[in-house]
């Protein structure tokens, strides 16, 4: 963690571009850290202490206390961010007295990146690691697979990425992926995997048949998708054969050896009933449930699903907390019959209006926000099927996802003092139909650097009063070496406070 500090002082030298002026000055660092844990978790004190003083000659002082060493590397990154290139001076210059003590308003502060619409390389996500780190970001929410592509190489279950990757060159082995966790737990990120289910499954799954174990995903690739899945492609897993379940355990424990997380995503979103209906295994085993055709029948079975998917992960992770995102399964009706608050965390992905979110807070559901009108990056682009723009669209600006406050959501649905402890705090989402490497840091940064700060602080103010530090973080990213999109004229990073609508 020193060693990223130093290495942020080197970059700011480059920077300068010229020979840094020879000084006597010296900068003494004492660091006081009170535990030895090394991995993060979603219960880590990310708090610290930092104190800056000038003593007499050329020796400055910084004295950090902090519970945990990742309370140690915020207070290495804000000390970072209080030391700036000078031109006149030919050397970094940093402030002299100052005393910081903060700790974190949310203990989850992510965003999320999916794989597998289109395949993101290893380098575009360590770089995204780096961007989150320099943000004070600690989750790295992997949405892994889906319908599109399949690109987890498992040693246990080579055929999901024969079947499933774009090529031999866009898949990740848990080599891979035990090396990106290593170097994003370093700078204060766990990664959460997803591996989605039972819908958004189809390039992966289809090799069953060919293997003598039956159907693991129904309707793959099926061109009439009207009421029968969410697409292209089509693709849902088959919940009543019993080796889909046998296969997920088997991607359970290779993930927990890339990853050893700490909680789980599943998914369970968008499970379109259709396929099920008129698939005749799923129908001879609801006959022989005493179950009908009816939707009541068809979410008996989609709990069966996702009971018996939680059966696997508790064998290979144990009794771990376990992330869905909102579908209709979360709804009054049927959410308590299926996904209880005592295991399940609900990710909101509906709009902040969604009159569900006070429901789930009520019944005792843990909450995360991702709300899709406020904190989706992939809006505002035109659309992937068809024409026109996007579903999402128009395109969210940093300053709509700053002043998206999960507190307030709350409060507008008549819940004022919710429980601090279950609200887990957010993601910004970042789904890839239009987005690869080439484009993914701008889509990013700096709208990313808005929602940390109010996952972070959760600031009483609006995005107005964030302005002018939004503007230099962007240019505190591009220093080192984030693609982070400009959000107004470099006159207006040296002339603060300025540029606005009269």
Same mark, same amino acid.
């Given at each position: ?14 920077? #300068? ?19 030895? !844990?090394?991995?993060? $978790? ?31 590397? +915020?207070?290495?990154?804000?000390? /970072?961010?209080?030391?700036?290139? =000078?031109?006149?001076? #030919? ?64 040693? /246990? ?52 048949? !060919? ?27 088959? @919940? ?24 789980? +995503? ?25 179950? #009908? ?58 709009? /902040? ?12 559901? !843990? ?51 919710? =429980?601090?402890?279950?609200?887990? &705090? ?14 993914? !840091? ?5 709208? %990313? ?10 600031? @009483? &103010?609006?995005?107005? $009063? ?14 080192? %070496? ?21």
């Amino acid at each position: 963690m020193v060693d990223i500090f130093r290495g942020y002082l080197v970059s700011m030298e480059a920077y #300068g571009g010229i020979e840094p002026t020879p000084s006597n000055s010296m900068i003494v660092v004492k660091i006081d850290c009170s535990q030895d !844990d090394i991995r993060i $978790t979603y219960n880590t004190d990310e708090s610290y202490e930092l104190r800056i003083t000038q003593e007499l000659g050329e020796v400055v002082r910084v004295s950090i206390t902090a519970p945990t060493a990742f309370g140690v590397r +915020h207070a290495l990154e804000t000390l /970072s961010q209080l030391a700036a290139w =000078d031109d006149l001076a #030919g050397s970094v210059v940093l402030v002299n007295e100052v005393f910081v003590s903060d700790r974190p308003f949310y203990r989850h502060r992510g965003l999320m990146v999916d794989t597998s619409r289109n395949f993101i390389q290893l380098g575009d996500l360590y770089r995204t690691v780096d961007g989150m780190s320099y943000n004070k970001l600690n989750t790295l929410h992997l949405h892994l697979t889906d319908a599109h592509s399949f690109p987890f190489d498992s040693p /246990s279950v080579p055929q999901m990425a024969v079947y499933g990757a774009y090529s031999e060159r866009k898949k990740y082995t848990v080599t891979d992926l035990k090396a990106l966790n290593e170097y994003a737990n370093t700078r204060g990120i766990r990664i959460v995997p997803e591996l989605d289910g039972p819908a958004h499954s189809a390039y992966g799954w289809q090799w069953g048949p !060919d293997y003598g174990l039956g159907d693991l995903a129904l309707c793959v690739n099926r061109l009439n998708r009207t009421n029968v899945c969410i697409g292209p492609p089509c693709g849902i897993q088959n @919940p009543v054969n019993e080796n889909t379940y046998g296969v997920l355990e088997l991607l359970f424990s290779d993930l927990k050896e890339a990853f050893s997380p700490d909680v789980f +995503h599943l998914g369970a979103d968008e499970v379109k009933f259709g396929c099920w209906n008129i698939t005749e295994e799923i129908v001879d085993w609801l006959e022989d449930q005493g179950r #009908g055709r009816e939707e009541v029948d068809f979410y008996y079975l989609w709990g069966y699903y996702q009971n018996r998917t939680l059966e696997k992960v508790d064998t290979v992770y144990g009794n771990i907390p376990v992330i869905v995102w909102t579908s209709s399964l979360t709804e009054e009706n049927f959410v308590e019959n299926v996904i209880t608050p005592e295991r399940y965390i609900v990710q909101i992905w509906t709009e /902040s209006s969604e009159p569900s979110i006070a429901s789930l807070y009520n019944k005792g559901y !843990d909450l995360i926000f991702s709300n899709s009108d406020n904190w989706y990056l992939d809006c505002g682009y035109g659309s992937w099927v068809g024409d026109g723009n996007n579903w999402c669209s128009p395109y969210k600006g940093w300053q709509l996802l700053y002043d998206n406050d999960p507190l307030e959501i709350l409060a507008n649905q008549g819940i004022l003092n919710p =429980d601090p402890q279950r609200i887990w &705090g957010g993601e910004a989402a970042m789904w890839t139909e239009q987005t690869d490497g080439g484009t993914l !840091d701008g889509k990013l940064w700096p709208r %990313g650097s808005a929602i940390a700060e109010r996952l972070w602080s959760n600031p @009483p &103010g609006k995005w107005r $009063t964030a302005e002018k530090r939004l503007v230099h973080m962007r240019e505190v990213l591009c220093l080192r %070496g984030i693609g982070a999109d400009p959000v107004q004229p470099h006159w207006c990073h040296q002339n603060e406070g300025v540029c606005y609508y009269e």
